[in-house]
């Protein structure tokens, strides 16, 4: 790819994403494979004035080495300097950056049981840090073609090939490329969610319904002062930031514990760097209580039982059938991109900042108004091009929100 | 490189070099462009029993960045949590495999007075834990060719080539080839080191003088109770370890403040990633007292003026002219290489664990003893074919230690 181009994409994801501010710091996640674009936005975070920039480096294939020959007490043992680290994030508030590149089947092969417990014992350590950012912090997910990666997509290609064409696609979904105003564009984006999510709003529906001819027939109920919403997000101090890049998708948390009906997945999911694929999930008083797969059932159980919260709904999202993402006819096996070519709905944890003035709750009030709470949140698509969705109000009254899987308001 | 080679070779660095025990940690400090080399260490270390294996991962590339757009403040700065780090590391002393791969010039047009400033800072606040892993640590430092320094050492030859050709250098220096027994290799290696040490001890010299028609024109004082050494050492807990691969070298530390006359360098030497050529530095009371450089002559002032004891000598080694790694005739533009090319001293910091007993004594009487401290300690070499190195007993006797470049005894 052009070094200019990737240059603009490292911008984007600086100024438009994280939206880094001058006297910031910046955290970056990022597989050591892409080095050299971690560089780049490296230099772009500089830039925009960013006081110190460090990088997390990760590498599938040591993480498969530890899982296979450390126990997992040693494991689960987080070290002492790892939560001081933590906590002294909690006090900076870096922004992050999270690259994904990694091959969506990088994982395969570990020990499922082991990676779940690990996670668990981790998790528990490291979460009140996190909760701890939660609202606080500027962050982005952006994608970065990895050499497996780019072959899982695109199967047929020499590598060099399938990674050109990787970046090619990646770059459209997020509105870079020779000639763009990038700026303009995520504006232009971000205002027709807002103009979408008012009118959302102003129905304050009780409950959505879904059905498909596929067999997913589901109904889960809202919380009544949860909101939609899509595109940019503030946080607390009021900066400004994109989460996603890209992002399709307008969403909120929904009564944890109210949902009946069962949803048929429409594309595969990739959970802890392993895939599982055409699965579906029953769910009774707002819980999966019973499900199947074609392929990682067992890993599917394993995310279901994670913990209490796991088997729970986090998120409904709506996405219209003929995306721009989705009207690439890709499928990326990456969840950042197959999420936001469909609908689709997150197991785990909600986010409480979409209750209406939720800066004036503690989390536990926020928990017990209805977002769910989980150690995990992890979305499946369910959306397909024969999907219909309906609003109901408080009043009975009707609204078709989709009709034939795109929108119908 | 062959995988197979490769595989020999990784396992050499845990098993030789830092002789890896069963339920030991292990700390690998390599740069994300030797990524699946790591991996291969890594794998051999949990082969060989570590508990746990974990790497800190460098990139000259972002440490440019870091230099160019964070003020001396900020970079010198030691977060709380590294220290906590540095604190966990001396209670559970892992073994420290370190693979050098950078570009001998990778940090060119790096400001000198702010590298110099950060490292006096950063250094004054780690050295300590550094200290208290003296003797302690099991440790071996390795070199993998990345691209940049193969192109540096091979600058005719394609690339790949180049790397190829580095591999095959790099691999015969430290005995492994197809059809070698590595471990055999460094036993009769190690063993013919042991032997020309006994006979250097026997002698107890008072003080060596080196003489070349290049200019170098040097007598060094050696400390009464000091010891030459070469190859393997023990670790306090009695644990055998190969802190260098390779190794040709045989060495004390002599009594700091005590030499007299001239040294010309007879190689280039790199410093923070920067390269100092053609010099020479003249002695008086054991200090450096005046010194130049046809390049780079700003940074050797640098060097020899970071601290009290960068002036001092803290390492006289000796290597034959017709050393194995110096037939090559290859110039490695990498210490490790070319200091066991050809003799050499170090200015900096000595080690104490070169004195008799050095077990009963504190550091601080270690040092009191004539062991030179320092927060570096940088070896360039000053051998050439026709040094003559004599050594003179407390008694007044002379004995040839070299003769035209080569072993006298």
């Given at each position: 790819?052009?070094?200019?181009?990737?240059?603009?994409?490292?911008?984007?994801?600086?100024?438009?994403?994280?939206?880094?501010?001058?006297?910031?710091?910046?955290?970056i996640?990022?597989?050591?494979?892409?080095?050299?674009?971690?560089?780049?936005v490296?230099?772009?975070?500089?830039?925009?004035?960013?006081?110190?920039?460090?990088?997390?480096?990760?590498?599938?294939?040591?993480?498969?080495?530890h899982?296979?020959?450390?126990?997992?007490?040693?494991?689960?043992?987080?070290?002492?300097?790892?939560?001081?680290k933590l906590?002294?994030?909690?006090?900076?508030?870096?922004?992050?950056?999270?690259?994904?590149?990694?091959?969506?089947?990088?994982?395969?092969?570990?020990?499922?049981?082991?990676m779940?417990?690990?996670?668990?014992?981790?998790t528990?350590?490291?979460k009140?840090?996190?909760?701890?950012?939660d609202?606080?912090?500027?962050?982005?997910?952006?994608?970065?073609?990895?050499?497996?990666?780019?072959?899982?997509?695109?199967?047929?290609?020499?590598?060099?090939?399938?990674?050109?064409?990787?970046?090619?696609?990646?770059?459209?979904?997020?509105?870079?490329?020779?000639?763009?105003?990038?700026?303009?564009?995520?504006?232009?984006?971000?205002?027709?969610?807002?103009?979408?999510?008012?009118i959302?709003?102003?129905?304050?529906?009780?409950?959505?319904?879904?059905?498909?001819?596929?067999g997913?027939?589901?109904?889960?109920?809202?919380?009544?002062?949860?909101?939609?919403?899509?595109g940019?997000?503030?946080?607390?101090?009021?900066?400004?930031?994109?989460?996603?890049?890209?992002?399709?998708?307008?969403?909120?948390?929904?009564?944890?514990?109210?949902a009946e009906?069962?949803?048929?997945?429409t594309?595969p999911?990739?959970?802890?760097?392993?895939?599982?694929?055409?699965?579906?999930?029953?769910?009774?008083?707002g819980k999966?209580?019973?499900?199947?797969?074609e392929?990682?059932?067992?890993?599917l159980?394993?995310?279901?039982?994670?913990?209490?919260?796991?088997?729970?709904?986090?998120?409904?999202?709506?996405i219209?059938?003929d995306?721009?993402?989705?009207?690439?006819g890709?499928?990326?096996?990456?969840?950042?991109?197959?999420?936001?070519?469909?609908?689709?709905?997150?197991?785990?944890?909600g986010?409480?900042?979409?209750?209406?003035?939720?800066e004036?709750?503690?989390?536990?009030?926020?928990?017990?108004?209805?977002?769910?709470?989980?150690?995990?949140?992890?979305?499946?698509m369910?959306?397909?091009?024969?999907?219909?969705?309906?609003?109901y109000?408080?009043?009975g009254?009707?609204?078709e929100?989709?009709?034939?899987?795109?929108?119908?308001?």
């Amino acid at each position: 790819m052009k070094k200019s181009l990737l240059k603009k994409y490292a911008d984007a994801i600086v100024r438009v994403g994280a939206n880094v501010q001058k006297g910031q710091h910046v955290k970056i996640n990022a597989s050591v494979e892409i080095a050299d674009f971690v560089k780049l936005v490296t230099e772009a975070a500089y830039k925009a004035g960013a006081k110190k920039v460090y990088v997390d480096w990760s590498f599938d294939e040591l993480t498969k080495l530890h899982y296979r020959y450390q126990p997992v007490s040693v494991m689960s043992k987080v070290p002492k300097w790892q939560e001081e680290k933590l906590a002294e994030e909690v006090e900076v508030i870096p922004c992050r950056i999270v690259l994904l590149s990694d091959d969506p089947d990088g994982l395969k092969g570990v020990n499922l049981e082991k990676m779940q417990k690990v996670q668990q014992a981790v998790t528990a350590v490291t979460k009140k840090y996190r909760d701890a950012l939660d609202c606080k912090q500027q962050w982005t997910i952006a994608a970065v073609p990895s050499k497996a990666w780019a072959k899982k997509v695109f199967p047929s290609l020499r590598t060099s090939v399938a990674v050109e064409s990787l970046w090619d696609a990646i770059l459209k979904t997020v509105y870079v490329s020779e000639d763009a105003d990038v700026f303009a564009e995520w504006n232009n984006h971000n205002k027709s969610f807002a103009e979408k999510c008012a009118i959302l709003n102003s129905y304050k529906f009780d409950r959505v319904e879904y059905k498909s001819k596929n067999g997913t027939d589901f109904t889960v109920w809202l919380i009544p002062d949860g909101k939609w919403e899509g595109g940019g997000e503030y946080t607390l101090s009021g900066q400004y930031f994109n989460p996603n890049m890209p992002t399709e998708e307008i969403f909120t948390s929904p009564m944890k514990g109210r949902a009946e009906g069962v949803v048929v997945a429409t594309k595969p999911l990739c959970y802890r760097g392993q895939l599982i694929e055409n699965f579906k999930i029953n769910f009774k008083d707002g819980k999966a209580v019973s499900w199947s797969a074609e392929k990682g059932e067992d890993l599917l159980t394993k995310m279901l039982t994670f913990d209490e919260g796991a088997s729970m709904l986090g998120e409904l999202a709506l996405i219209p059938h003929d995306s721009p993402i989705n009207n690439l006819g890709i499928l990326f096996y990456e969840t950042l991109f197959d999420e936001n070519a469909s609908c689709h709905i997150a197991m785990g944890s909600g986010f409480t900042n979409l209750i209406e003035n939720y800066e004036k709750y503690t989390i536990d009030e926020l928990h017990e108004k209805g977002i769910n709470d989980s150690m995990i949140h992890v979305d499946f698509m369910i959306g397909s091009d024969d999907m219909n969705i309906k609003g109901y109000t408080k009043g009975g009254e009707c609204i078709e929100i989709f009709r034939d899987g795109n929108w119908a308001i």
